[in-house]
T-cell receptor, first 114, second 114 residues
Framework: SQQGEEDPQALSIQEGENATMNCSYKTSINNLQWYRQNSGRGLVHLILIRSNEREKHSGRLRVTLDTSKKSSSLLITASRAADTASYFC??????????????FGQGTELSVKP | EPEVTQTPSHQVTQMGQEVILRCVPISNHLYFYWYRQILGQKVEFLVSFYNNEISEKSEIFDDQFSVERPDGSNFTLKIRSTKLEDSAMYFCASLYRGSSYEQYFGPGTRLTVT
């Protein structure tokens, strides 16, 4: 399998519910980032968590990172119809190693029904 | 808020033709990237660029591809002889390397090769 795999591939929930997306990766990283992409649009950075952090919050977003399991989760609480988008995790390596390039996962397509 | 811009938003070209995709990164950013996303697939790293030279390139970035920063503001991706499989969304990103690894993405150029 490849660096940055996510599950589920698609998630459909009702407005107000929480959405949880998971990401797994294979090699050591410097940090892991989550991006959102609305259909046919660009990528919007949501949150970054460093390898020495375990949890991070930003508004309705909560990200966890378990480096021993090489996995991360993104929780969106109290979801809204406007959260409907694809969500990607992306891993970044040390600058000494690979100059900051991002390796993206396959993404989770989230649909929030009003 | 400063943003990365890309032109054109959509480019249609015939197989074998040369295309140049243009990006204007955020003005004080030092690192520049190109990624591509084939429809329905994940975002893939193509190339990173720093200090007027390529820092790293992926296997996708073969001799048909080149990048250039012709002046202080533009960052271009050239595909010399396009193939059908080059059809994709191409994203430019830039990064100001402080303590942040957060890349700022442009809205993308959709390239259609017929």
């Amino acid at each position: 399998s490849q660096q940055g795999e996510e599950d589920p591939q698609a998630l459909s929930i009702q407005e107000g519910e929480n959405a949880t997306m998971n990401c797994s990766y294979k090699t050591s990283i410097n940090n892991l980032q989550w991006y959102r992409q609305n259909s046919g649009r660009g990528l919007v950075h949501l949150i970054l968590i460093r390898s020495n952090e375990r949890e991070k919050h930003s508004g309705r977003l909560r990200v966890t990172l378990d480096t021993s399991k090489k996995s991360s989760s993104l929780l969106i609480t109290a979801s809204r119809a406007a959260d409907t988008a694809s969500y990607f995790c992306a891993t970044a390596f040390s600058w000494a190693n690979q100059g900051g390039k991002l390796i993206f996962g396959q993404g989770t397509e989230l649909s929030v029904k009003p | 808020e400063p943003e990365v811009t890309q032109t054109p938003s959509h480019q249609v070209t015939q197989m074998g033709q040369e295309v140049i995709l243009r990006c204007v990164p955020i003005s004080n950013h030092l690192y520049f990237y190109w990624y591509r996303q084939i429809l329905g697939q994940k975002v893939e790293f193509l190339v990173s660029f720093y200090n007027n030279e390529i820092s790293e390139k992926s296997e996708i970035f073969d001799d048909q591809f080149s990048v250039e920063r012709p002046d202080g503001s533009n960052f271009t991706l050239k595909i010399r002889s396009t193939k059908l499989e080059d059809s994709a969304m191409y994203f430019c990103a830039s990064l100001y390397r402080g303590s942040s690894y957060e890349q700022y993405f442009g809205p993308g150029t959709r390239l259609t090769v017929t």
